[in-house]
């Protein structure tokens, strides 16, 4: 069985530019989470799709983020404009039903510059 | 609001040494309890899982955790650490909200 998976694995951009990532879900996953870490931080929960819809999205830090989940299958998450600050590791993670284990992506690096 | 706080941010250890790892949580609920395990250049890992039941729980690769609903603490142990141990781990939190609130983890280093 196929894990969660990220493209691309690194981006690195200058401030204002665009950035999109995407993931693909363990299939049969509903549940699919963004969650991400800043350097020295902890790891921190972005958002969270039940199928399409945005259970939770709490964790978004501002309107530069918006994230989509077409057709409840795989999730981008687009970055517009980017800033420095929003350089980190964005993880997403999936799971079967809302209490059991989350599988975590191997993330994608992003470097504002 | 939960949170997760790990005790220690860098352990180094020789093979072969015990290992401990404290994790203490704040949340008033019912809470599934978790470490996972980054190895260099992989993705994060499921180490081990406490949701209900005996509190003692073993994981994968010799690894175990107490779950201490007194001390709110569910501590990472292992008696004998290898040098392919070397990692950094984290403990994390499932609240009622279904999101991970993790702690800042722990960077385990093994000589051998």
């Known amino acids: 069985e196929a894990g969660v998976t990220q493209f691309p694995s690194h981006s690195v951009i200058e401030k204002g530019q665009t950035v999109t990532l995407r993931c693909d879900p363990i299939?049969?996953?509903?549940?699919l989470y963004w969650y991400r870490r800043v350097m020295g931080k902890e790891i921190k929960f972005l958002l969270h799709f039940v199928k399409e819809s945005k259970q939770d999205e709490s964790g978004m830090p501002n309107n530069r983020f918006l994230a989509e989940r077409t057709g409840g299958t795989y999730s981008t998450l687009k970055v517009q404009p980017a800033e420095l600050e929003d350089s980190g590791v964005y993880f997403c993670?999936?799971?079967?039903?809302?209490?059991?284990?989350?599988?975590f992506g191997p993330g994608t690096r992003l470097l504002v510059l | 609001a939960q949170s997760v706080s790990q005790h220690n941010h860098h352990v180094i250890l020789s093979e072969a040494a015990s290992l401990e790892l404290g994790c203490n949580y704040s949340y008033g609920g019912t809470v599934n309890l978790f470490w996972y395990v980054q190895y260099p250049g992989q993705h994060l890992q499921l180490l081990l899982k406490y949701f209900s039941g005996d509190p003692l729980v073993k994981g994968i690769k010799g690894f175990e955790a107490e779950f201490i609903k007194s001390k709110f603490s569910f501590n990472l142990r292992k008696p004998s650490v290898q040098w392919s141990d070397t990692a950094e781990y984290f403990c994390a939190v499932l609240g009622s909200n279904y999101k991970l609130t993790f702690g800042k983890g722990t960077l385990l280093t093994v000589n051998p």
């Open positions: 993670a999936s799971s079967q039903d809302l209490k059991e284990t989350q599988y």
């Open positions: 299939s049969g996953h509903d549940n």
